[in-house]
């Protein structure tokens, strides 16, 4: 019997897949804007020997990681350099994947990019905002934490003790406070700058937030 550690319960429990046999694993996979350190190998070797001792237990496993390949940082070392975001991305890509497997590390099973997935993510804001979970404000849309009261609960982690990200959560870097509702909200999509990579949305032309691609 395999036990794992439940963050909720806070306490090991039995690991029991949702269908027998079977396990599905997502792990979030790199920012491509330059090579990873060794921290980052740490976590994508960690989930490795744990898929490994899946498959050697017999689970089916199907393994997904994922390539966020459009961020603030993409575009900040395209722009120091010269280049667009898709070049920088392209390059760090192949970078990473040689680098996981000079360490041993399996590949996915799917290696879905961020950029070959927008109108999964445009679909899951759209409902979002049906729901009431999270609001436009000139082309940026944010999650409304405090409308989600299960809020933290995987984590345990009290909303009312978080604090407010510190990431440049509006396209532009400034005025952040005075557009979100909440300032522990964040944003799932950004409205772009000229000359940034972007696509079309309800809400103009626009990009993914950080948040949003793990989920979609």
Known sequence: MIRIYDTQARAKRDFVPAREGKVGMYVCGPTVYNYIHIGNARTFISFDTVRRYLEWSGYDVTFVQ?????????????????????????????????????????????????????????????????????????????????????????????????????????????????????????????AAKPGEPSWESPWGQGRPGWHIECSA
């Open 66 to 190: 994922n390539v966020t390949d459009v961020d603030d940082k993409i575009i900040t070392k395209a722009n120091e350099e010269g280049r667009t975001a898709a070049e920088v991305a392209a390059e760090y890509t192949e970078a990473f994947i040689a680098d996981m497997r000079a360490a041993g590390v399996k590949d996915p099973d799917i290696r879905p990019k961020a950029t070959e997935e927008i109108d999964e993510m445009v679909k899951l804001v759209e409902t979002l905002i049906e729901k009431g979970h999270a609001y436009e404000v000139e082309g940026d849309v944010y999650f409304s934490v405090r409308s989600f009261p299960e809020y933290g609960k995987l984590s345990n982690r009290n909303i009312d003790e978080m604090e407010g990200g510190h990431r440049e959560l509006r396209a532009d870097g400034k005025g952040l406070e005075d557009r979100k509702r909440d300032p522990l909200d964040f944003a799932v999509w950004k």
